[in-house]
């Protein structure tokens, strides 16, 4: 980009045409139409076009002719008293991080102003020279726009080792000065579709030392904005489109016109999809297993819907480091919350079963109770008169004779009952609780169903970058499963 610039000044410098063109890496935009052509100075009828001659030619040096031109020139004064028109051009040359959290960027790119300053032609003085390149010693001596990044947190000019400025001026007072800069800058977030969002950065150009009745800025006509490459291999961002524009800010001092650069980066949700969404789906399959298991494993069953709640809630720890405190909603904590919500209630359903499953058991044990309770013999008061005669001692013998006599025969008797084939029959087959199978059954097709429907209806943004054909598929044959289980069941 530098040196198709310095080769379109250096050709309009001679006097040639040039038909603008325009980047190829910009996306929709309007373009900036140069008021008048600041590089081409129009030769008055006194003065001569100077002439070339390399027969007697002795090139002047830069440093003598820089001297020369430096003699009498005041940068504190303007190159005219009109407005001095100032284009502006940038390059981006990189783009290293996009900070969530502190809402910034950081780029590298190269900015150019060219404006006409008349008081350094040297066309007179040294006709065949093309152009003068002077140090960045040069450019504290000469007048400038002092254009800045006036929304920058911080903006540095490269070192490397010294300060990479490019100062040129042209035969005919046409300057260029180039800086290669780092700028952290702002950008505007909106996290309500996140991880789906897109992130819109900023940049904001002005002469901060000369208001609009001193100094213009346009943008160059051929090539106001460009990149050296279109992707930048940031990790989790990709540029998108790039928009530029200018305005006009009015302050307590005066107006002064202002160039806008908007970069807009959409966010690569691999990372997320890989790392967020199927490890918290697969944690609420995890806890829809216990719909499988038998109704009085409650160990087995708490253990399992408490685990997938706990590797949920530390998947959702680690995501919610990465991003700053927003006072919204986001999408992301919708789907959180929803499987949380799924995991909750499968521990309903579980306590719900368990309940009934508590409820069921007392009742067994209370019935059983009174079944002993009955078969057990009563005390008879039985009366001996023949071999006592009135002996207390006899009778007490004879009564403890008869009780435990009783005593063993009703022991007896139920041994028989519970040895009976009935009794152990009974003992094998205890029968099932029904409501708690039928409670279970009925999650088990009831929770994916929902599960599917909300993914489509609650969570249109996810359409088109889940896999729901893959998890239909899988709802579809958890549900076979459970009808296939119940028809065996009735079997």
């Known amino acids: 980009m530098i040196y198709s610039i310095q080769t379109i000044l250096l050709a309009i410098s001679m006097g040639q045409e040039v038909e603008p063109t325009s980047s190829s890496h910009l996306a929709s935009h309007e373009r900036v139409a140069p008021s008048q052509d600041i590089i081409r100075q129009p030769t008055s009828p006194e003065e001569p076009t100077p002439f070339c001659n390399y027969t007697n030619y002795n090139e002047t040096k830069a440093q003598d002719l820089a001297h020369v031109l430096m003699t009498n020139y005041s940068r504190n004064a303007l190159p005219e008293p009109n407005p001095v028109n100032v284009t502006v051009e940038i390059t981006i040359q990189d783009i290293s991080d996009i900070s969530a959290i502190t809402g910034t960027f950081v780029i590298d ?51 490397s080792p010294k300060p990479n ?21 702002p950008c505007t977030m909106n996290l309500e579709r ?16 000369y208001n609009a009745a001193e100094v213009t800025l346009q943008w160059l006509a051929w090539s106001p904005v460009s990149a050296v490459r279109e992707d930048f291999n940031l990790p989790d961002f990709k540029l998108t489109n790039i928009n530029y524009g200018s305005v006009t800010e009015v302050y307590t001092a005066g107006i002064w016109h202002r160039l806008s650069v908007s970069i807009t980066f959409e ?10 969404y199927l490890p918290t789906y697969i944690s609420v399959f995890i806890s829809w297993i216990a719909f499988w298991m038998d109704t009085r494993a409650l160990p087995a069953r708490i253990t399992l819907s408490v685990s997938s709640l706990m590797a ?30 799924f995991i909750f209630f499968s521990l309903v359903e579980l306590a719900i079963v368990a309940y009934n499953d508590k409820i069921t058991d007392q009742r067994n044990r209370h019935s ?5 309770d009955t078969m057990m013999p009563r005390e ?13 001692r006899c009778t007490r013998h004879a009564r403890g004779a008869v009780l435990m006599d009783n005593v063993t025969r009703s022991r007896m008797s139920l041994q028989d009952g519970r040895n009976s084939p009935v009794a152990r029959f009974t003992r094998r087959k205890k029968p099932r609780n029904e409501f708690g199978a039928r409670v279970d059954r009925a999650a088990s097709i009831g929770f994916p169903v929902v599960s599917s429907d909300f993914i489509r209806h609650i969570q249109p943004c996810l359409l088109d970058v889940l ?22 069941t009735l079997q």
């Open 165 to 185: 400025i490019l100062l040129m001026i042209f035969p005919n007072g046409t300057t260029w000065l180039n800086y290669r800069i780092r700028s952290e800058a």
């Open 109 to 159: 790119f190269w900015i150019s102003a060219i404006w006409l300053d008349k008081r350094l032609k040297f066309s007179h003085l040294d006709p065949c020279r093309k152009n003068l390149s002077l140090d960045h010693d040069m450019e504290p001596k000469l007048w400038s726009p002092n254009v800045c990044i006036v929304n920058s947190k911080a903006t540095k000019v490269h070192d």
């Open 380 to 392: 008879e008061n039985v009366s001996f008169s023949n071999g006592c005669n009135g002996d207390h």
């Open 267 to 276: 966010r690569l949700y691999g990372f997320y999809i890989l790392q967020m």
């Open 467 to 488: 896999p729901l054909d893959a998890f239909d598929a899988v709802s579809g044959t958890l549900m076979e499963h459970v009808t296939a289980h119940k028809i065996e």
């Open 368 to 372: 059983k109770r009174e079944s002993q």
């Open 194 to 209: 996140f991880p789906l969002d897109r992130i819109e950065c900023h940049l904001i150009l002005e002469s901060y030392s």
């Open 312 to 341: 949920l809630t530390f998947q959702f720890g680690n995501i919610v480091k990465s991003l700053p405190r927003a006072s919204y909603v986001k999408a992301i904590d919708i789907w959180m919350f929803s499987c949380v919500g």
